[in-house]
T-cell receptor
């Protein structure tokens, strides 16, 4: 089966840190994507984790635990422009997206 | 990164007409392209996988006679919404796998379809 879950909405403060969790269950798995999507626009690539562990890329980091079917996206030093939806997606024979997490940043 | 374009970006049509959306990989050849549909404030729903030179693979619940997909070349896939109805109004996004980038998919900018 194919199942992927993430929180629907989150709110955080400018300058703070926020962690967006994603859990998945799938019989086939190659890796885990994180995408950012602003309203009315197509998704843009943030990260792709294949191996367990944390990968850091500037203010954004992504973590994967294959054995637990768990990933998170960590955003540091939040800026107002980070207000967007964040989509996790796992890659098998095709990419399956979660429902997305709408992140709102308050001043 | 690789670039994927879509045309048109916006289209408004009357109910009962057909609309064709093009998806092009601009600087690479894509043997596989994907078509997604997204409703407001919802995530992307995979509609079908478009394979160059062969029939598309449709996801469960997606009518293949309603959403015609043609992948005639390594850089172009088209999605035709036939006999469109207001419930077909949505944001349609294509993506393509760039062969040297592993499993990463590159997304087009999307096409917003409004059926009156």
């Amino acid at each position: 089966g194919q199942n992927i879950d993430q929180p629907t909405e989150m709110t955080a403060t400018e300058g703070a840190i926020v962690q967006i969790n994603c859990t998945y269950q799938t019989s086939g798995f190659n890796g885990l994507f994180w995408y950012q999507q602003h309203a009315g626009e197509a998704p843009t690539f943030l990260s792709y984790n294949v191996l367990d562990g944390l990968e850091e890329k500037g203010r954004f980091s992504s973590f994967l635990s294959r054995s637990k079917g768990y990933s998170y996206l960590l955003l540091k030093e939040l800026q107002m422009k980070d207000s967007a939806s964040y989509l996790c997606a796992y890659s098998a024979s095709k990419i399956i997206f979660g429902s997305g997490t709408r992140l709102s940043i308050r001043p | 990164g690789a670039v994927v374009s879509q045309h048109p970006s916006r289209v408004i049509c009357k109910s009962g007409t057909s609309v064709k959306i093009e998806c092009r990989s601009l600087d690479f050849q894509a043997t596989t392209m994907f078509w997604y549909r997204q409703f407001p404030k919802k995530s992307l729903m995979l509609m079908a996988t478009s394979n160059e030179g062969s029939k598309a693979t449709y996801e469960q619940g997606v009518e293949k006679d309603k959403f015609l997909i043609n992948h005639a070349s390594l850089t172009l896939s088209t999605l035709t919404v036939t006999s469109a109805h207001p419930e077909d109004s949505s944001f349609y996004i294509c993506s393509a796998r760039e062969p040297t980038s592993g499993n990463e998919q590159f997304f087009g900018p999307g096409t917003r379809l409004t059926v009156l």
